[in-house]
């Protein structure tokens, strides 16, 4: 596709939940990040994969969350047993290499009851 | 550690009215310092790069300056769709987070007309 394409756009789950948000990035973009936004705050880096491997998952706050990269393009970032504060918004974005503009999807709104 | 601070949080103008935005931050050297526009409920849209102090970029009324602490975003005179809030972000040149982007709260900008 011509842009970052994130899905779903809204998930709403219960407390205790497994949820899965995936990206699929610009076509030959290597290098794929996923960031978390709250509400009035930047976004915060989670991880990111250069190709198929994690070069940096520094960012994850607890390993309840688990991204993967499978092929080198699609990602899909996974959270287990979910809390009320995971609710956020969680973008992913990707560029050619480890320099340069980052081009961002539109998020996934993530609300946990 | 990296750290980015923008100033102000919130920044209200009249259109036509002139103004900047402040970026200030400190990182182990200095791979680049990006600016992004938010809209609500979209990710961030790409507007400069900057890697060395001194340089300059300019996009139609948005001029971004870059010393060895500081960014500016300088909006000549805005006009209502100016209105978003505004992103300032570093990427290290060392260190094990030297492939990702560290980001600023923003500046919510608010034109009226």
């Known amino acids: 596709g011509a842009g970052v394409s994130q899905t779903p756009s809204n998930k709403v789950t219960e407390k205790g939940k497994y949820v899965e948000l995936r990206c699929d990035p610009i076509?030959?973009?290597?290098?794929l990040y996923w960031y978390r936004q709250s509400l009035g705050q930047g976004p915060e880096f989670l991880i990111y994969?250069?190709?198929?491997?994690?070069?940096?998952d520094s960012g994850l706050p607890n390993d309840r969350f688990f991204a993967v990269r499978p092929e080198g393009s699609v990602s899909t970032l996974k959270i287990q047993r979910t809390e009320r504060g995971d609710s956020a918004v969680y973008l992913c974005?990707?560029?050619?290499?480890?320099?340069?503009?980052?081009?961002f999807g539109e998020g996934s709104r993530l609300t946990v009851l | 550690e990296d750290q980015v601070t923008q100033s102000p949080e919130a920044l209200r103008l009249q259109e036509g009215e002139s103004s900047s935005l402040n970026c200030s931050y400190t990182v182990s050297g200095l791979r680049g310092l990006f600016w992004y526009r938010q809209d609500p409920g979209k990710g961030p849209e790409f507007l400069f790069t900057?890697?060395?102090a001194g340089e300059e970029k300019e996009k139609e009324r948005l001029k971004a300056t870059l010393t060895k602490k500081e960014s500016f975003l300088h909006i000549t005179a805005p006009k209502p769709e100016d209105s978003a809030t505004y992103l300032c972000a570093v990427q290290s040149n060392y260190g094990g987070s030297q492939g990702n982007l560290i980001f600023g709260k923003g500046t919510k900008l608010s034109v009226k007309p």
């Open positions: 974005a990707s560029r050619t290499g480890l320099a340069g503009e980052l081009f």
């Open positions: 076509s030959g973009h290597t290098a």
């Open positions: 900057l890697y060395s």
């Open positions: 994969f250069q190709g198929t491997g994690a070069a940096d």
